[in-house]
């Protein structure tokens, strides 16, 4: 027996065009992608002929033609991630797991139904599973007539960084990242363990220079990881951008700061961003098959942090698998919630193992055109970014010569258009700096995030909209400074720097003293370590003085557990929480959000019971 031949490498990958039958479907027509039981092997004089007789009828009823491995790049060697957050023995579990070798792409008469002949696969004891190669679509939309800006400044209409005086939209709605720069970039870069990278799955990237590019952008160039980055669409290492979607990303997460012009990039030249281009634009559809075979390959070579604006309502088992390999690899996986506008799930931003996130106006609210649900985990700004781009007019060079003075862009006046790919990019590099602040959060990969990553960046949101998670905000607006105080200080306490003192979101500091023998939650130190009540004093009521205020008590899943009222003194109050739910059991560890309302007006913190 042989092994089955592998006869087209992955440049093949989205390179079929969609005949006239199917040309309105949402999958590839003549692909279904088939999990077999195990690795096929030829036999016989047909090269197409498995070990599997009732397999060998179907390919025969349905006329296929090509079958291949889809993950045909796996390692068989002993190997390290870069990082040291997995070994040898750690992959050959996840390949046990999720066997990936055994992922075949099946090509057949392009006269049947995908769906009909992936219903049929899969009635088949040997398969796993069957699915056509659904489409997908980039999460941007872009006006006919970009507004463009002269650089007034380092962050004018740059609210999305710094917005204290208010100048796009409302003051203060921002991520706070020149309030972090100052604190943690200055002198020198933060102490983080490794650089992290962060890979952009897009339609590519002006910058990814290689000698040959018409045009490639200063402010990127030098920022691009050449090793991990790939062209699932020309099937090479140079995935240049003939849209201008993933420049714009790149450029948001990683664009070069302190340089004297165009854009500052929200990691301040911490971040080095590895480019997977997967469709040409952001109008032309991307297959789950591009995006499943960039993600392992990417979780391989040592991606930190995958950034997907893109997106499809449809569920895909093929999809979800790359992404469950990934996450128990270590990779923290961000996702745009979607352009479309309702609350419909949406995939990948759905998966458990995504980070789901809408997309905020200047003015504090939902943007209109993004997508909401119970799976969001924050909101980061998505409305009238400014970033870097791949063409005219913008601040590029084409060989030596600059030949525009400008390269600020962003969707125009228009508050109905923006991009929830715009909102994922941001909420990407702040996860990439709070994996870098703590190398020693690895042990297991999948460790990261649930005990790392996710725990910061929800503790460290602004709590915005309904009090507690909600399913526009979810835990609130990303803020790069106060991540960085969590990072910062968990990641200097554990290495055994004693007493760790930590802004929190309300701006309040707070100090505990946690020793790294210690076994903890990873918050029982910030902001307000509670094994005892809670004391809360505030203003409500100015106006009309309130004779009571109403307080209540939510944890992260929005659930109320407990709500009582307290008498005020004039417009002040003062108010204590004994940590006990409705029934007046203690409430368990975790952070909560203590809410003080009196009429229209009203007061909310988040809190840390320990134990």
Known sequence: MRILIVTVGVVALIMATASTVYARTSYEPGVILVKFKDVLEGGGRNPLETQYPTVNKLNERYGVTKIYQIYDFLPTEPTRHPHGKWEWRHWLEVMEKFRYDTYYHVEFDKRYDPKVVAAQYKKDPNVDLAEPNYYGYVCGLYPDDPYMFPPYGYFFKQWNLDNDYGEYGYAGVDIDAPQAWEEYWDPYFPPVGFWPKVVIFDTGCVDHWDGTSEYYHPDLVNWIDYDLSWDLV??????????????????????????????????????????????????????????????????????????????????????????????????????????????????????????????????????????????????????????????????????????????????????????????????????????????????????????????????????????????????????????????????????????????????????????????????????????????????????????????????????????????TLGSSYSLSWDLTARDGSRVPPGVYVITASAGSERYARKVVVAR
């Open 234 to 567: 020309e099937g090479d290492e140079a995935p240049q951008d003939e849209c201008g979607h993933g420049t714009m990303v790149a450029g948001i997460i990683g664009g070069h700061t302190d340089n004297h012009f165009g854009i500052a990039g929200l990691s301040w030249n911490v971040t080095r961003i590895g480019i997977i281009r997967v469709t040409e634009c952001h109008e032309e559809p991307f297959e789950d098959e591009a995006v499943g075979v960039g993600i392992v390959w990417a979780a391989l070579n040592g991606a930190d942090v995958i950034n997907f604006s893109l997106g499809q309502p449809m569920y895909s088992e093929f999809l979800h698998k790359a992404c469950e390999g990934a996450y128990e690899m270590g990779v923290v996986m961000v996702a745009a919630r979607g352009n479309r506008g309702t609350e419909e799930l949406f995939y990948p931003a759905s998966f458990p193992q995504c980070i789901a996130v809408t997309g905020l106006t200047p003015w504090n609210n939902k943007a209109p055109m993004s997508s909401w649900g119970w799976d969001t985990e924050c909101t980061a700004p998505g409305l009238h970014i400014f970033s870097t781009t791949r063409t005219p007019p913008c601040f590029c060079f084409k060989g030596a010569l600059p030949i525009q003075r400008y390269f600020n862009w962003t969707d125009g006046e228009n508050p109905d258009e923006g991009g929830t790919s715009f909102a994922a990019a941001h909420v990407s590099a702040t996860c990439g700096i709070i994996a870098a602040a703590c190398p020693w959060a690895f042990d297991p990969p999948g460790g990261l995030i649930e005990q790392w990553v996710r725990p910061i960046l929800h503790a460290s949101c602004v709590d915005i909209g309904p009090p507690g998670v909600d399913e526009y905000f979810g835990h609130g607006r990303l803020n790069l400074k106060n991540a960085c105080d969590l990072a910062f200080a968990y990641a200097g306490d554990e290495t055994g720097a004693g007493p760790v003192a930590a802004a929190g979101p309300d701006g309040a500091a707070s100090a505990a003293a946690c020793t790294p023998a210690e076994e903890r939650p990873y918050f029982r130190c910030y902001p307000n370590p509670a094994d005892g009540p809670i004391k809360l004093t505030g203003f409500l009521g100015f106006d009309k003085p309130a004779a009571s205020v109403d307080v209540k008590v939510y944890d992260l899943s929005g659930r109320c557990v407990n709500a009582f009222t307290v008498p």
